[in-house]
């Protein structure tokens, strides 16, 4: 498109930091497909790549070769396998919002799913990628913790059974493996009440400060996001819970199980404050 | 029809819509390249050594050595430079520039930079370098003080904020030739064209010929008033040395990290009141951060505390202001300039001195609020067009306010008002020496305007043009604009502080009815197929009465006031201190809308604005840089942290206007804040610092 500003002028191409011309992507069709080249190459998948965007975007990227699996159709289905909820890796939040199955089965991941970003993010951004990604803010990760979800990892030749609990190391690590793709998230049957609060910067397009979710029953599981390098169950607090103790002394037992920290977004007191307010309040709600 | 007063199409609004509308981005010239600027990465300190760690083939590489006139933005003093020489004195200054064709290769050049470092200061209140300071003095204050039945004390502190236009900071520099001299030419994201000729000279010297052309303008909120002369004169030093167009278009962190920000600042009141609530006294001390060089800061500071008593009456008023250095990125420019600060401060005072005190809040307003006739701190005496009383009415009254406030008692709900005012136009005598020009060109179609004021979205064009349009009886879609060139336009002052329709339109009102006697009832077509092209060019004559003296700060500080009231309706959530605003209405006055859906807008946005200050936009600075300083972030409100907005826009002309306006840019941009945190207040949280985040409310203790 040209026009005339004083004199020639054309319309530019757009530019991020990384050098986009140093990037290599290939597409795969099939599950089979993707898994072959990963066994024979080392490429990062791209998915909806709502978060590698964004690194692409601010020069922090360092992976060049990648693997794009959005057109992987059979990664996408939502369905039951017996009594378990089964989540394809690329379920995006729009279809987890509009999935009577999720609904029925596990309503707090529709409520997750539907402060996630905005529309177009909800549009793109996928299930798998948020537990990849292994962000402490990722906000499906407390849900998956507090119903005991399952990472299904699969390579060329075998696949994992990870529970998410288990399936992070540390501050944005996991065990999954260069030629692993995570396929599926699988959630056993959820007995209690579930309950969800999101405390992100703003009313929306905002990383949480403070994430928490639970499920109300003999033994209560709660998990919050945002108060440690991972998301984390809370057993201890769950226990004394369990075994009857009042909620004042569950929030005790709490403020010493967290260990929030001060960042850009907020401050150790104030996760500690509201974390422990939160619990109250899921008290309160599912009693 | 008559355009003034209707909602006219925007001048600029189809090529905004379609996307034809050209940014600083969308153009390119042949053989241009790309300009990077290399920038410290130390708070304070001196540099050492530069080595370049890359192939330098290829690169335009610039530093102070090659600037062959003055390494100085000229503005009011010539402080800061356009590259390091040897002292660093912030984060994120410039200290070399390279351009390359291949804008990858660019941004993956590193330079290598070593400094001696020096122990940097950060904190204002430490600082012992002051840039300017004021004193205001009405009265007796001291006195009036000792007297006071009761004295009412508060410290309060607002933070940085940044502009977050939608369009980062961005110029080219194209190389020309005029008359056989080598010159240069500016487009780029400009409020004020003019600034950047000036600083320019400053830096070639008089002699490259140099013209500024704006390109379309992405926002501006006062951010584009004093750096784009900054990055101006980085690309055009590149693009005399390559003989190349270079255009540097900063991504949002960096412009996050390297531009101007709102001043912080804390302010201190003692206020002495009467038993039945009369302000009897004020002391205000107001302390402004200027960072790391003066720019804009003695101007800033002063509106600040022309306003920073409110829009009340008080014989005894003493108002200390001072900005000191410090070494963070120069603060400058930003919508309300200085007054959101203090406005904020003594709105939060009355209401803790209506507190005190054991009267509404709302009632010791109206016991204190200007009428006409009453003279403000500075003495000026004000006139007809004083609305605090009727704004102040009118907002309590339509939102039900004392029954409503009453009703929300024990629960997490509650009302908040804040009464402001801002004077239009540049302070004192500044109209008069600014001696602002307009012109109006006739065209064989209609007319042109020809005016250096900026379309940055407030709609410039569009008013104007209805202005030109009525005053001289032709239809709108006969005026056009012209894209304001230095070379072409006449110079009609910067694009700021309110007075781009009131001041410039009111000199556009005059060459209209001085063309119009000249058309003697001609069409501008007839009178152009008979006679020819002629222009009417004229200066802006302020209104005769206004005496100001700079010295001593006494005497007519504007000529005239917007006045507004807000009240806040918000709901705080008991676990988390989030705020959610509910409603917001805003009852505003600003002589007489030209353009009732621009005003309106201007209104919407500035409340936006006013109320991200007030509870969501954190400058996060961590070794005197902004840490956040990302949209991620740095969170400004979306649609759905803003509340429902009831505008109501009240009339009360200004004889010196146009169509009797007075300036409205600013204005919304000081109510929100104080209105929210007086909300706040009425639940419990006795918040005296914006912003207002739940953090900061969590640690709040209770008023009750
Ligand atoms: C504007 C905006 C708002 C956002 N808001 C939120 C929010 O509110 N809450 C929130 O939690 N997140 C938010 N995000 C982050 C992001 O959208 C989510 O984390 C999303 O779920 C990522 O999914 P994706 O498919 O886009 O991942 P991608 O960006 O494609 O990938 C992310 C990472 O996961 C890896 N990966 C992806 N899929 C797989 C797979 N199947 N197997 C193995 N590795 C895989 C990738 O290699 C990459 O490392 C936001 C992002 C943006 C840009």
Redesign the pocket.
Known sequence: MARNVGRQCVRERDAVRTAISGLEVRRAASLGEALSILRDDQR????????????LNFGTLE?RR?LD??AVNE?RDISMNGKTLVLG??A??TSLIRSPLVERHLPMLVE?SR????P??QN????????????P?????PVLAAVDAVVV?RSADTERRIPLTKFYTGYRATV?RPN????AIEIPPVEGRQWFR?V?TRA?????KI?VAGVRAAVPRIAF?SVAPTVVRVPETERSLASGATIDEAARVLSREIVPIDDIRSTAEYRMRVATNLLRRFWIETG | MPAVGTSVARKDGIGKATGSALYADDITFPGMIHGRTIRSTIPRGRVKSIRFDFDTDGFTIVDWHDIVGRNSVDLIEKDQPFLVESEVRHMAEPILLLAHEDRERLNAAHVEIEYEEETPLFDPEQSTVVFKKIDIMKGNPAGALASADLVVEGTYRTGHQEHVYIEPNGVIAVPEDVDGKKGVAIFGSVQCPFYVIKALRCLFGAHPPIRVIQTETGGGFGGKEEYPSMIAGHAAMLALKSGRPVKIIYDRAEDMIATTKRHPAIVRHRTGVTRDGHIVAMDIDVLMDGGAYVTLSPVVLSRGCIHAAGPYRCDNVNIRGRTVFTNTPPNGAFRGFGAPQTEFAVEVQMERIAEALGIDSVEVRRINALRPGDTTATGQKLREDTSALMVLDEAVRRTDFLRKREGYRGTNRALGLSLFYHGAGFTGSGELSLKSKARLDLTPTGVRIATGSTEIGQGTRTTHAQIVSDSLGIPYEDVEVAQPDTARVADSGPTVASRTCMVVGKILEECAHEMKERLNGLSPAEYHTRHGAFSVERMYAPPDWIKWDDATYRGDAYATYGWGCDVAEIEVDPDTFEVRPLKLTAVQEFGRPIHPALAQGQIEGGTAQGLGYALLERVVMRNGAMANAQL?NYTIPTTLDMPELDVVMLENPYPGGPFGAKGLGELPMDGPAPAVVNALRWLGFDVREIPATPELIAGCTATA
Request: hydrophobic share 50%; aromatic share 6%.
């Open positions: 990062t998948p791209i998915a909806g790549a709502t978060d590698l965007y964004v690194a992976p990648f699996i959005w990664l890796a690329l995006t939040y997750a402060q996630v970003g905005g177009q993010i793109r951004g996928t299930l798998g990628g948020n537990v990849a990604n292994a962000s803010a990722g906000d499906s990760l990892l999954m692993e793709l995570i396929v999101k992100g929306a397009q905002a990383i949480s994430v996001g | 991620t």
